[in-house]
């Protein structure tokens, strides 16, 4: 769902203030990977946004990362390679509003699932589908235009900041996690509890891009901006 505002100076600077997206799912806990999953369906649907604005948990980074400077989390290494700013609120009130209506939304969702007795994924990924859709047709009283179709609105008259939608294959690489790890003697790599056979390297040490429960790539060297690319892919590997 997304929320604007008439605020002179907000249209000038930045007309979208919130955002539900649509593929939002319902995870069992809070991890880089599940916001690496959600955050790849956005970029493909929507394109990539010039910076993404978190509040400060240890995942996403507890600083905002800025131009040149070390990441400080996989989550800013990641945007930092996708060329995505990454803005974090200094304390909970800086987002005012934005963490308010998404309290609302919460709270909202917490009291439907009680009531309907949901205690599974699958029901709940109904419920909460079905909310957002609710929500993204529901008319504001202030503009007249529901969420879907300020969305519309802005992107027809160009208002939007987003980019083209990048590669998928950089996605894979990006949104991630990464690791590094010291070849054995016999030519394999130790990774997940086991040893992977990989092609031949004059290296000691490789790169994992891993994707968890799904696949991993073994690659020569992990990716160094502003390359942006695959090194040599060793082994890929499916989970």
């Given at each position: 769902?997304?929320?604007?505002?008439?605020?002179?100076?907000?249209?000038?600077?930045?007309?979208?203030?919130?955002?539900?997206?649509?593929?939002?799912?319902?995870?069992?806990?809070?991890?880089t990977w599940h916001h690496f999953e959600h955050f790849r369906r956005?970029?493909?649907?929507?394109?990539?946004?010039?910076?993404?604005?978190?509040?400060?948990?240890?995942?996403?980074?507890?600083?905002?990362?800025?131009?040149?400077?070390?990441p400080r989390s996989e989550f800013q290494r990641a945007l930092t390679a996708l060329g995505i700013s990454h803005l974090v609120a200094p304390s909970p009130q800086a987002k005012g509003k934005i963490e308010r209506r998404f309290g609302t939304f919460q709270n909202r969702l917490l009291a439907l699932l009680a009531f309907e007795r949901i205690a599974d994924y699958g029901p709940a990924q109904g419920l909460l589908d079905h909310e957002l859709e609710q929500q993204n047709r529901t008319v504001c009283r202030t503009t007249h235009l529901s969420p879907d179709d300020a969305w519309d609105k802005a992107i027809d008259e160009r208002r939007d900041a987003m980019r083209p939608r990048p590669d998928p294959s950089l996605l894979d690489l990006h949104l991630a996690l990464h690791f590094s790890?010291?070849?054995?003697?016999?030519?394999?790599?130790?990774?997940l509890g086991r040893s992977w056979p990989i092609g031949?390297?004059?290296r000691h040490t490789v790169a994992i891009i891993h994707h968890p429960g799904r696949q991993f790539w073994v690659v020569t060297t992990p990716p160094k901006p502003p390359e942006n690319r695959w090194s040599d892919v060793l082994g890929k590997f499916s989970l």
């Open positions: 769902m997304s929320l604007f505002t008439s605020d002179p100076w907000l249209v000038l600077k930045c007309p979208l203030l919130a955002g539900f997206e649509c593929p939002l799912t319902f995870v069992p806990t809070d991890t956005a970029f493909l649907r929507h394109g990539r946004p010039v910076a993404l604005y978190t509040d400060g948990l240890a995942l996403f980074g507890y600083q905002s990362s800025t131009d040149g400077g070390d790890r010291r070849l054995n003697a016999d030519h394999q790599v130790d990774f031949a390297t004059q």
